[in-house]
T-cell receptor
Framework: AQSVTQLGSHVSVSEGALVLLRCNYSSSVPPYLFWYVQYPNQGLQLLLKYTTGATLVKGINGFEAEFKKSETSFHLTKPSAHMSDAAEYFC????????????????FGQGTILTVHP | GAGVSQSPSNKVTEKGKDVELRCDPISGHTALYWYRQSLGQGLEFLIYFQGNSAPDKSGLPSDRFSAERTGGSVSTLTIQRTQQEDSAVYLCASSLAITAKNIQYFGAGTRLSVL
């Protein structure tokens, strides 16, 4: 079974500073990895995803993440934080089962609340 | 509509009552998923539908939970004899197809409070 660990339930940065949200996964088969963002009282919105190919993935709102198989990591970064980035961020993993089929179940990390200070 | 729609947005009920939560997926999406978001458990997968079929119901927390989907579209999650531990936000998501790499689009959720 796969699992996701997000290091740091709360991260606080100043406006304009680097954002780094950490995600490590565990999976016995090649994973598909996702970052979602959730604003208060809203559903989850996809920031970016990694399936295959290029390991550096660019997403919306200036976010990017790098898949590092050797470190089983998929950390999310943004060079310069904006006030509007304050939200909760979820890393998630999905895998294809051994038969080559899958139903796309997402396994989520516990989430990281990002606070941006002026 | 353009996105996944869930109703009601908020539901307050008394312990022991039954509740129904509704999800309208994006038109044309064959895959539909239910998740539960709670303080203690984070985001948990409950059940998925491929068309109207739910092949795996093992994610449902107890036999008080059931779900159905009709016409390959609307889905209803029913909780019978609600308990306080059922209090959570129930999220619905839809996707073009049942594959591991497809994007799931989420609704805003139904916040259930059991008193």
């Amino acid at each position: 079974a796969q699992s996701v660990t997000q290091l740091g339930s709360h991260v606080s940065v100043s406006e304009g500073a680097l954002v780094l949200l950490r995600c490590n996964y565990s999976s016995s088969v090649p994973p598909y990895l996702f970052w979602y963002v959730q604003y208060p009282n809203q559903g989850l919105q996809l920031l970016l995803k990694y399936t295959t190919g290029a390991t550096l993935v660019k997403g919306i709102n200036g976010f990017e993440a790098e898949f590092k198989k050797s470190e089983t990591s998929f950390h999310l970064t943004k060079p310069s934080a904006h006030m509007s980035d304050a939200a909760e961020y979820f890393c998630a993993v999905s895998v294809s089962n051994a038969g080559g089929t899958s139903y796309g179940k997402l396994t989520f990390g516990q989430g990281t609340i990002l606070t941006v200070h002026p | 509509g353009a996105g996944v729609s869930q109703s009601p947005s908020n539901k307050v009920t008394e312990k022991g009552k039954d509740v129904e939560l509704r999800c309208d997926p994006i038109s044309g999406h064959t895959a539909l998923y239910w998740y539960r978001q709670s303080l203690g458990q984070g985001l948990e997968f409950l059940i998925y539908f491929q068309g109207n079929s739910a092949p795996d119901k093992s994610g449902l927390p107890s036999d008080r939970f059931s779900a159905e989907r009709t016409g390959g579209s609307v889905s209803t999650l029913t909780i019978q004899r609600t308990q306080q531990e059922d209090s959570a936000v129930y999220l619905c998501a839809s996707s073009l197809a049942i594959t591991a790499k497809n994007i799931q689009y989420f609704g805003a959720g139904t916040r259930l409070s059991v008193l």
